[in-house]
């Protein structure tokens, strides 16, 4: 009997161990499916340093040769990223709606179509340096891309139909995690050429640039998924935000930092999404907002046209409740201009007709056409500047685009300093400088639309349609 009863001990006991096993391998598979719409990254990544950081940044700009805009205190685009490939030791992470930089057209002025060849075989050789290239697109079939995948490069592609229902208009780059750009241009030989681009580079600022590499892990996480996960992974919470911004040093004047992403599916915990950063810096204007953009319609064009009020309502709201506020608008007239564009416009300067403490102008900067149909000199920049702060986008001011298509956005603030040259500053002298251009003609008043003559277009994104 003892030999039975301990063979049967034996046996229950040899049961529990077989049941705590299956109950654990079940655990570890349910974490793991949990996990496998959350992948986790960043587990290398820097320490981010204490303390307030020191950074240098620069405006960069392509303003195309035959245009007579000068540089206003800015650098060349160009020149600014291929030094950003310059400075690069372990990692280039790239993220662009567009990749043509190697182009045929326009054998005749080979200046312009060699700025983007150059990038192109600079990005090439980076493997050749063991510097790592990572790009995430929305482009299934990009020739370019598929030469950078054999020279080494990472590419991770979005379906962004399946995903949002919309494309991926994001353009940044993080370089080893410490220095960055953000801007209007894509990989597009056309934004280091033809069109008139602005955009953002920061060097050695790891404690901000971590912050833009985690929205890049983001987007790197979701290759060929069709559903965006439940759960995000912490390691891509935000680092900061509008209410808890980075206090930095640009150029040894003390600054305020932090981005900001659409859509708002795309916002992880802490994470500030594009058009709350928009109506925050609106709302702490006080006596300018300046707004460049390519594109202001405040609709939705998706499924059935309708009024999508967002940021028409804070410049709206800004000019009935601040006092002596002036607000500027220069927008892109092209053929691909919404008409409907002029009536939002007009109802906006309506608001000031009988008032003497508020201002609203509109200006439109009037691209060239050339012999062959193509236009020379589009103005695609995305940003707006006040008295207080910065921003600097990738979405045009269209309703589908906040809602459907993935963008990011940073935000400066700093106090005017009349003894240094602030980001600020700088911006505003930019814009007047175009304000003030031969290319910007101001919208007459015996121009007023009708608006039942007018029928809503889908907006295609500017540098993909010329």
């Not at 103005?379 to 702060?389: F, G, K, L």
């Not at 029928?455 to 010329?466: D, F």
Request: proline residues 3%.
């Amino acid at each position: 009997m003892s030999v039975f009863a301990s063979s049967s001990c034996f046996l229950q006991s040899q049961h529990k161990c077989i049941m705590i096993f299956a109950l654990v391998c079940c655990c570890a598979v349910l974490i793991a499916l949990i996990f496998s719409a959350v992948d986790v990254w960043g587990d290398d990544e820097d320490d981010i340093a204490e303390g307030k950081c020191t950074c240098r940044v620069v405006l960069v700009e392509n303003i195309p040769e035959d245009l007579s805009i000068p540089h206003e205190d800015t650098v060349s685009l160009a020149a600014g990223l291929r030094e950003l490939l310059d400075k690069a030791h372990r990692s280039v992470e790239i993220v662009s709606p567009w990749w043509a930089l190697n182009s045929t057209e326009y054998e005749s002025k080979p200046t312009q179509v060699k700025q983007g060849q150059i990038l192109l075989h600079q990005l090439m050789r980076l493997q050749s340096r063991s510097v790592s290239l990572k790009v995430v697109s929305g482009l299934t079939n990009s020739s370019e891309l598929k030469a950078l995948t054999k020279s080494g490069a990472e590419v991770h592609y979005l379906n962004m139909k399946a995903l949002i229902k919309g494309q991926l208009n994001s353009s940044f780059w993080v370089v080893d995690r410490k220095h960055m750009y953000i801007g209007s241009a894509g990989m597009d030989w056309r934004s280091l050429s033809t069109m008139k681009e602005l955009g953002i580079i920061i060097y050695n600022c790891s404690c901000l640039v971590s912050d833009l590499h985690k929205i890049f892990s983001l987007y790197w996480q979701l290759q060929y998924k069709d559903f965006l996960p439940s759960i995000w992974s912490k390691k891509l919470n935000a680092l900061y935000n509008r209410d808890n911004n980075l206090q930095l040093h640009l150029n040894d004047t003390e600054a305020k930092a932090y981005f900001s992403s659409s859509p708002d599916v795309f916002c992880t915990k802490k994470r500030t999404k594009d058009l709350e950063a928009i109506n925050r810096v609106i709302q702490e204007a006080e006596t300018f907002i300046y707004i460049s953009i390519t594109n202001y319609l405040p609709m939705l064009n998706h499924s059935q046209p309708r009024y999508w009020s967002r940021i028409d309502n804070m410049l709206r709201e800004a000019l009935i409740l601040k006092k002596n506020i002036k607000v500027r608008l220069l927008i892109s007239r092209w053929e691909q201009t919404e008409p409907l564009t002029l009536n939002f416009l007009w109802s906006l300067k309506a608001l000031c007709t009988e008032s003497v403490s508020c201002s609203v102008e509109v200006k439109f900067f009037i691209s060239q056409k050339q012999s062959n149909g193509q236009l020379y000199g589009m103005n695609q920049n995305r940003y707006m500047v006040t008295d207080r702060s910065v921003y600097i986008g990738n979405l045009n001011w269209v309703g589908n685009e906040f809602v459907y298509s993935a963008g990011v956005g940073v935000v400066i603030s700093q106090q005017v300093d009349q003894n240094n040259s602030t980001v600020v500053e700088r911006m505003k002298a930019v814009f007047e400088r175009d304000w003030h251009s031969h290319y910007s003609k101001t919208l007459q008043p015996d121009r007023i639309p009708a608006c039942s003559k007018h029928t809503v277009k889908e907006q295609p994104a500017a540098s993909g349609s010329l």
